[in-house]
């Protein structure tokens, strides 16, 4: 372990200005705190963070990066509190260690995807400070290389998966090659012993017989590139178990067909001298096409700048060469932590700009292909990450609108939207979502969901609230007309109706509220004669005979015609009775019959107008409705359903429009009258099946 002064020397090494006494004190600060604590190993817990904090001085990062390093574990495994720790160290050392723990937390949650998945959403929330992301890999790269001391193999197992699948690729994301390295090599080790093994083995044995070939391939492309006036470093190694391990499975190859086990990099003075190395080793060898990538002029997302290239060496073994600069191999090795060291006088934009390289490189797209093929993070590639304008974080599936947004914030933000800001400019609701958007709803007391809006959600949560309230929307329109109804209903019992007579029917139906019966009675859940019962049992038997009879009737009278004129109802606007109607006298063929509001009577054909009233029990009428249904299974035939049961027939049915997820039929349908078609209209409403209907 790192000895106080050790670190302090460290530290001060790079950084002379460093405050000294501030990084005593939190060296003293956590071995007081973590006290007697001990690691599964048996040495003292204080151990960990100071390894840690000396990690991060490999990195050369600032004394609040190393602080943090060494308080880190203090407020989750001790007494000490992020005040105490601003007291002592400042609000900005507070800040990183609170991050730090926070990150912690997600360990905790749940082992699987979900897991994986909180921790990305962290990450984005709480890295606004690159530094506490380092601090977090650092932890997590101690706590691997200190794993084999975990006694219980299930735990040993959990923390090696997680390594695995978050850390290693979010080192890979920022860059630090180094550290994902070593943590994919130790994950490995554990979760997968026999492979390790076996491949160590193959390793070893092929070290024995070549006697060193590694040395001797460097050494033959070092006196190349120095016959051409290069002055260049060579060092060569073998690919770890894992990176062989993972081309065997990706490539369903055995050992002996992973030809390229080696790999040299080269170090050049220059970016010139990089081009000319490349020049002279595709001259002296030949190289393998397809595998040669220019990282120098086109640097990766996340800064990494190389060039790579595969040579046949002696014609029959491959090899992997890297060629760069001294300045790149640090920065490729430790990412934006190298650029962090380096360039820490030079940020104008201070750690906004830490925040925008971050984002960039976790959520890099455009290099998918190279960046995310292997890395279960790849699983956020079909989610994207929203706030509000007051920095909270939502996660939404991709192509989320601002209504999915909105819904997603609360349930009651989603009812009363009815617009959106996004990025601070006005945009349609419909807008899918980019990662990062700052979206602002607006919203009015007065408003409601719209059916449209179930065109373009995207998430259940949304559509589950919009169908809800829908649904609230027609039921309380189709109890209004329940009630209209009702008092026609309650004026034929022999009976004067009051609330008291409405509550005993209530319990006769069993129904708990006014409102159900209304609905009902609204929907045709319910026919008169049952709702008569219920007001006044017996009351039906002498209204029995007549209801039948009118039943079968399927006359129209009209009043207001000369007897015997014929007449037709026009199939322009098809008038049922209740409809206000007028009459079109036409030369020779009698009386049309047609609605008032008909546009054919706005055109002012050449006929004479005549003011009729329906007659008694007209019946018979064909009302045409228009009608949208959600496009699934079944919603055709539940309408059917519904018509039969409201005793009306479908004289003809036409599809009219194809519009998904909805589709569109014009039906025209006999029926009594008119409040025996807006009974129907109203249960049509009600129905699950249907988005929309209404009397064309
Ligand atoms: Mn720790």
Not at 170 to 189: C, D, K, T
Not at 304 to 321: A, G, I, P, Q, W
Request: aromatic residues 6%; charged residues 30%.
């Amino acid at each position: 372990m790192l000895r106080q002064y050790e670190l302090v020397e460290r530290v001060l090494g790079y950084d002379p200005d460093a405050d000294q006494a501030l990084l005593n004190r939190a060296y003293v600060y956590t071995v007081q705190k973590h006290g007697s604590q001990q690691r599964a190993s048996g040495d003292p817990y204080f151990s960990h963070p100071v390894e840690v904090a000396g990690l991060m001085t490999d990195l050369k990062l600032d004394q609040e990066t190393i602080i943090t390093a060494l308080l880190h574990d203090t407020v989750e495994d001790t007494l000490a509190t992020i005040e105490d720790i601003e007291a002592n160290f400042g609000p900005e050392i507070a800040r990183l260690v609170d991050g730090v723990t926070k990150l912690s937390k997600i360990e905790q949650m749940a082992e699987n995807e979900r897991a994986a998945e909180n921790l990305r959403k962290f990450l984005l929330a709480m890295s606004e400070d690159i530094r506490v992301l380092l601090v977090k890999l650092a932890d997590r790269l101690h706590n691997m290389r200190t794993l084999h001391f975990i006694k219980s193999p299930a735990k040993r197992q959990r923390i090696a998966r997680e390594t695995m699948d978050i850390y290693a690729p979010l080192a890979e994301r920022v860059g630090m090659y180094e550290y994902m390295r070593e943590m994919q090599l130790l994950a490995f080790e554990q979760l997968e012993p026999e492979a390790f093994a076996t491949l160590g083995r193959r390793l070893e044995e092929l070290r024995s017989k070549d006697g060193g070939q590694v040395d001797a391939i460097a050494l033959k492309i070092k006196q190349a590139l120095a016959e051409s006036g290069l002055m260049v470093e060579v060092s060569g190694r073998e690919k770890h178990p894992y990176s062989i391990w993972k081309k065997m499975a990706e490539r369903h190859v055995n050992f002996e067909q992973v030809t390229d086990i080696m790999a040299f990099r080269v170090i050049c003075e220059n970016e010139a001298d990089c081009y000319h190395a490349l020049g002279v080793l595709h001259t002296t060898w030949q190289f393998l096409p397809g595998k040669f990538k220019d990282y120098i002029s086109t640097p990766k997302v996340n800064g990494y700048r190389s060039l790579h290239t595969s040579l046949m060496y002696e014609n029959s073994m491959r090899v992997e060469v890297q060629i760069r600069t001294r300045e790149m191999h640090q920065r490729n090795e430790f990412g934006l932590a190298a650029h962090w060291a380096y360039k820490q006088d030079d940020r104008p934009d201070g750690q906004v700009g830490w925040l925008r390289d971050l984002i960039e490189i976790v959520d890099a797209s455009h290099d998918a292909e190279e960046m995310l093929e292997h890395t279960r993070l790849a699983i956020y590639q079909d989610r994207i990450f929203a706030f509000t304008p007051k920095g909270a974080l939502f996660q939404l599936p991709k192509g989320a609108t601002a209504v999915d947004f909105a819904f997603a914030v609360h349930t009651d933000l989603g009812a009363l939207t009815v617009g959106a800001k996004i990025n601070g400019r006005h945009m349609p609701l419909r807008t899918p979502l980019q990662n990062g958007d700052v979206v602002e709803i607006i919203k009015s007391k007065n408003a409601e969901p719209q059916l449209s809006w179930l065109g373009f959600v995207v998430t259940g949560k949304a559509r589950a609230a919009i169908r809800r309230a829908l649904r609230m929307k027609e039921r309380e329109e189709v109890a209004g007309i329940g009630r209209m109804l009702f008092d026609g209903i309650a004026a034929r019992v022999p009976a004067k109706i009051g609330k008291k007579a409405i509550r005993e029917a209530l319990k006769r139906l069993e129904m708990e509220e006014e409102d159900d019966l209304m609905f009902a009675i609204g929907s045709a859940r319910i026919s008169d004669r049952e709702v008569m019962e219920a007001l006044v049992p017996g009351s039906t038997a002498e209204i029995e005979e007549s209801a039948d009879w009118a039943r079968r009737e399927k006359t129209i009278s009209i009043r207001g015609l000369t007897p015997g004129v014929g007449f037709k109802l026009a199939e322009c606007c098809h008038p049922v009775p209740g409809d206000r109607i007028v009459g079109l006298r036409k030369q020779g063929e009698g009386v049309e019959v047609h609605a008032i509001d008909c546009f054919h009577l706005a055109q002012g054909e050449d006929a004479d107008w005549l003011d009729l009233n329906w007659g008694n029990r007209s019946q018979g009428a064909v009302g045409r409705l228009r009608v949208t249904l959600y496009d699934r299974p079944g919603t055709l035939a539940e309408i059917a359903g519904l018509f039969a049961r409201n005793l009306a027939n479908v004289k003809t049915l036409s599809h009219t429009q194809d519009d998904p997820p909805f589709s569109s039929y014009d039906i025209d349908l006999e029926v009594q009258d008119l409040a025996h078609l807006t009974r129907i209209l109203s249960a049509l409403r009600a129905s699950d099946a249907v988005a929309q209907a209404e009397r064309i």
